[in-house]
């Protein structure tokens, strides 16, 4: 199956700093991707949808300064956490659709101090 | 709205049967998945139904009634490591290719 790649696996910065965590569709080309939030014991909450060559979709109440995402290629998306926070950390989560699949990546660990 | 409905938690025996319900609204109804999550690990794929009926796939099994708005994640010869949380997720023509996913059924298997 399709093999999405997301780096760093797990990160922990200081209050205030910026994290840029990357998406990688390796063996196919993505221009939809979605970034995911996952708390302790609860679902995926979606972020934004990911777009190719154009800006992102974001999700109700997912503040577009605070959440910096972009799609420069066909397998690439980052999301940059701005002037992260403690309340910021969390599990995130991308996934590549593909024929209207979604594989997942492996996740991003973010625990800001 | 498009609310995806399982139960939260689930417990069942090594070697036994079981069952996880989703029920979703049917207005617009495009897909359902259902994915496997272990803790502190992203979601992986399990399956995916679009028309009516069981699809099996070795141990796991799914099923889809599209009138109903209803669905099930059958799984057999439960093994310890199938502990986990089981995702439902459903695609609506009417959200842009984006899954609608529900909280999740956490299953604990017990020797």
């Known amino acids: 199956g399709a093999v999405v790649s997301q780096h760093p696996s797990r990160v922990i910065c200081k209050s205030g700093t910026s994290v840029k965590i990357e998406c990688r569709s390796l063996?196919?080309?993505?221009?939809?991707m979605f970034w995911y939030r996952q708390f302790p014991k609860k679902s995926l909450m979606l972020m934004a949808t990911?777009?190719?060559?154009?800006?992102?979709?974001?999700e109700q109440g997912v503040e577009k300064d605070k959440f910096l995402i972009n799609h420069a290629s066909l397998t690439l998306s980052t999301l940059t956490v701005t002037s992260a926070h403690p309340e910021d950390s969390s599990f995130y989560i991308c996934s590549a659709q593909q024929h209207g699949e979604q594989f997942f990546g492996p996740g991003t660990r973010l625990t800001v101090l | 709205g498009q609310n995806i409905d399982q139960p939260t938690e689930m417990t069942a025996t090594e070697g036994a049967i079981v069952q996880i319900n989703c029920t979703y609204q049917t207005s617009g109804f495009n897909g359902l998945f259902w994915y496997q999550q272990h803790a502190g690990e992203a979601p992986t794929f399990l399956s995916y139904n679009v028309l009516d009926g069981l699809e099996e796939k070795g141990r796991f099994s799914s099923f889809l009634s599209r009138s109903k708005g209803y669905s099930y994640l059958l799984l057999k010869e439960l093994q310890m490591k199938d502990s986990a949380s089981y995702l439902c997720a459903v695609l609506f023509n009417t959200n842009a290719g984006k899954s609608t996913f529900g909280d999740g059924t956490t299953l604990t298997v017990k020797p």
């Open positions: 063996d196919f080309q993505a221009t939809t």
């Open positions: 990911s777009n190719e060559g154009s800006k992102a979709t974001y």
